[in-house]
Nanobody, 118 residues
Framework: QVQLGESGGGLVQAGGSLRLSCTAS????????MGWYRQAPGNQRELVAT???????NYVESVKGRFTISRDAAKNSMYLQMNSLKPEDTAVYYC????????????WGQGTQVTISS
């Protein structure tokens, strides 16, 4: 069984920063792609950023230059440094990982609320 645990959400003013963390636990052989998605009320879940096990990153246009995704393979962990936050960044942020545990599976965290006040 594989689980993803997130932390780091909260309430900050516009222009502030937050750092999200995600750690995968369980019977993990390897993790390929990890990523962050977000879902605002009334909206569909959208990709924020992804990072491969080779360190290749991808960002949605709206966060480029403000957010930085990184990972620590030894800790099965991933991070999202969010700077210059805007009210439109308000959403529940979900951690995602494609994990090989004898077979490939896609796993999601429970979500962490990020609220940016204007």
């Amino acid at each position: 069984q594989v689980q993803l645990g997130e932390s780091g959400g909260g309430l900050v003013q516009a222009g502030g920063s937050l750092r999200l963390s995600c750690t995968a636990s369980g019977s993990i052989f390897s993790i390929t792609t990890m990523g962050w998605y977000r879902q605002a009320p009334g909206n569909q879940r959208e990709l924020v950023a992804t990072i491969t096990n080779g360190g290749i990153t991808n960002y949605v246009e709206s966060v480029k230059g403000r957010f930085t995704i990184s990972r620590d393979a030894a800790k099965n962990s991933m991070y999202l440094q969010m700077n210059s936050l805007k009210p439109e960044d308000t959403a529940v942020y979900y951690c995602y990982a494609r994990v090989y545990a004898g077979y490939y599976g896609d796993y999601w965290g429970q979500g962490t609320q990020v609220t940016i006040s204007s």
